[in-house]
């Protein structure tokens, strides 16, 4: 379970560290990840805590099993839980019921006192006033970039094949922090780059104007995840800029509007996605795009054209996924109904394999077009013409140099990741980060400017020399050194 391929390295979770703020100052406690460290099972505390999703299930069950078999309470929560709880109870002895910022302290009190209850439901839903995640539990010379973050839960909007709407059953599924707290924990963090693990950082324009506003001149470059939507909102996209936004996660999914509307995700419906992406690159912002394949409106073609059009547009890095009906949503029931479903192995509900039957296409093909478009878009070739799209240098050297670090050096990031050094790397990734600060339109800068900024950034090196240089800094480097600039989780 250690050795794991760097996106599961990139960034602490940070679900389990928010309830251990909840904890007395003289209980003693240890948070593990089990993604980047193997876990010690031979100890017996007094209390487990679980969090399980859907593809760390059965490992999560296993491990519940065992410390319940000495006698150890158990208690399971998170996502899977939620979806599927007669499930979880069979391998707990407390179960929590969407999100526990409400429910956990309540338990404590409960456990303390000798009675816990078998199940907590979320009812009461909000952040302000919570305390911040127990950072201090947090190894964080394991993760790429240790300073994730949540300033808000949810999101506003209701895509039949999200988790969202059966996690937040009960309650708001849409709510923010107080700006004032999110930006006294921003203002602690070490280091420039902060990742927020928000899934829509933009989802209250309200909100994220207040936050953008109050993290201006804090010198930070950031990382988040927002719609098209909000992206083509005028001045927001500005402002968080302003605020140090250098890349963002947005959830195209389909360039087929039937698609948009069979899952149900209207906010995409009618939005021109060649302006959003123009948007974000004329403001200096990297763009890792998300696609779902096997939805009803796809064939077989689906695969060469959504490439076709990342790489036309610039796009920096793409994250393609298999539609996959989790439990709990619209999407599975909709397919249960309809005898659609091959599978309920939750091992393979990990967007990579196909788990029930497309509308236009096998099964097999489903999967072979994903993993090619994976190789497609990832080729030299390809890296290379979607940088060529940018009009200055500094941007295409920086899109290679971005592309090419994440997907072309796979077995350097595994290797460091073994090392235990993978957060050496960060100083390197602020600095791809750091030259789309300057707001300009495409081809503005000039010459001379281009040309100094591609210096500074490129060090006149190859993209082999200049991953090779990056991995014996980190080699060299001290384990847990940055902060100079399906495993499981468990609180016990």
């Not at 923010?176 to 203002?187: F, G, K, N, Q, W």
């Not at 309809?338 to 489903?366: I, K, N």
């Not at 999967?367 to 295409?396: L, N, V």
């Not at 300009?440 to 001379?448: C, P």
Request: charged fraction near 25%; hydrophobic fraction near 40%.
């Amino acid at each position: 379970m250690f050795w794991r391929p760097i996106k599961y390295s990139l960034f602490p979770p940070l679900g389990l560290a928010t309830l251990a703020a909840h904890l007395d100052p003289d209980d003693q406690v240890t948070l593990c990840d089990e993604h980047v460290e193997t876990l010690d099972l031979d100890d017996r505390p007094d209390l487990v805590a679980l969090e399980v999703y859907i593809t760390n299930a059965y490992r999560a069950y296993a491990i519940a099993d065992l410390y319940r078999s000495r006698g150890v309470h158990v208690a399971l929560g998170g996502l899977h839980v939620t979806a599927l709880p007669e499930e979880a109870r069979r391998h707990a002895d407390t179960i929590f019921l969407g999100p526990g910022d409400d429910t956990w302290p309540a338990f404590l009190a409960d456990f303390r006192a000798g009675r816990p209850a078998p199940a907590y439901r979320s009812t009461v839903r909000t952040l302000v006033g919570q305390p911040p995640p127990r950072r201090d539990l947090i190894k964080r010379h394991l993760y790429l970039v240790p300073n994730s973050l949540v300033v808000s839960r949810g999101c506003p909007h209701r895509c039949s094949y999200c988790y969202k709407d059966g996690f937040y059953r009960g309650g708001k599924s849409f709510y923010t922090r107080a700006v004032d707290e999110a930006l006294a924990e921003i203002e602690s963090l070490p280091g420039r780059h902060p990742y927020f693990l928000d899934d829509h950082l933009l989802g209250s324009p309200r909100f994220a104007a207040a936050l953008f506003a109050g993290m201006r001149g804090m010198g930070r470059v950031w990382q988040a995840a927002a719609t098209v939507a909000s992206v083509l909102r005028p001045e927001l996209l500005e402002a968080a800029v302003e605020a140090g936004l250098r890349s963002l996660f947005v959830g195209f999914e389909t360039l087929t509007e039937d698609n948009l509307s069979e899952q149900n995700k209207s906010h995409n419906l009618g939005r021109d996605y060649r302006l959003a992406v123009r948007r974000l690159h004329d403001l200096g912002v990297m763009v890792n795009a998300s696609f779902v394949y096997g939805m009803d409106g796809d064939d077989a073609t689906v695969f060469d054209r959504t490439v076709e059009w990342a790489v036309r547009e610039g796009i920096e890095t793409a994250t393609f996924h298999i539609l996959t009906p989790y439990p709990g949503t619209a999407l599975h029931a909709r397919l249960a109904a309809q005898g659609r479903l091959l599978s309920d192995d939750w091992d393979r509900y990990d967007t990579r394999h196909t788990v029930f039957r497309p509308a236009r296409m096998s099964a097999e093909a489903l999967e072979s077009g994903y993993r090619q478009s994976y190789r497609e878009f990832y080729r030299w070739r390809s890296i290379a013409r979607a940088a060529w799209t940018h009009a200055a240098w500094p941007a295409r050297l920086r899109h290679l140099a971005y592309a090419g670090m994440w997907k072309k050096a796979e077995p350097l990031w595994d290797l460091l990741v073994r090392a235990k050094r993978v957060s050496s790397m960060g100083p390197w990734l602020e600095r791809v980060l750091g030259p789309g600060a300057a707001r300009r339109k495409r081809g503005q800068a000039t010459f001379s400017e281009s040309a100094s900024q591609a210096a500074e950034l490129w060090s006149g090196k190859s993209g082999a020399d200049m991953a090779y240089s990056a991995l014996i800094a980190a080699w060299t480097a001290k384990p847990g050194s940055s902060d100079v600039s399906g495993g499981t989780r468990g609180l016990l």
